[in-house]
């Protein structure tokens, strides 16, 4: 799988996003039949980081009422990687004021 279809999309303007990331933990919206191997290289190849840890989850899609009828969302899945001491990635430059 390429990189680029692993990784869909960061999740930085989460409140649990922005509480892990004093961990060193970055969170990520990837590719449903992606495995954990593949997120871990997909990162390391996209952000020029090192990657300790990777942990996944499948998030439900929650059921909407549009009108009369209720539709599903589609299920997605979310990854948290842990970075190495020293390694950030940066998707906002952080203005100090």
Not at 3 to 8: C, D, W
Not at 70 to 77: E, Q, S, T, Y
């Amino acid at each position: 799988m390429n990189p680029e279809h692993v990784i869909r999309r960061p999740l930085v303007l989460t409140e649990k996003a922005a509480r892990v990331k004093g961990q060193n933990k970055v969170v990520f919206e990837v590719a449903l039949d992606a495995n954990k191997i593949e997120i871990r290289d997909a990162v390391e190849a996209l952000f020029k980081v090192k990657v300790l840890d990777v942990s996944t989850l499948v998030q439900r899609g929650k059921l909407k009422k549009v009108g009369r009828r209720v539709l599903k969302r589609p299920n997605w899945k979310k990854a948290f990687v842990t970075l190495q001491p020293g390694n950030d990635i940066q998707f906002f430059t952080e203005a100090e004021e």
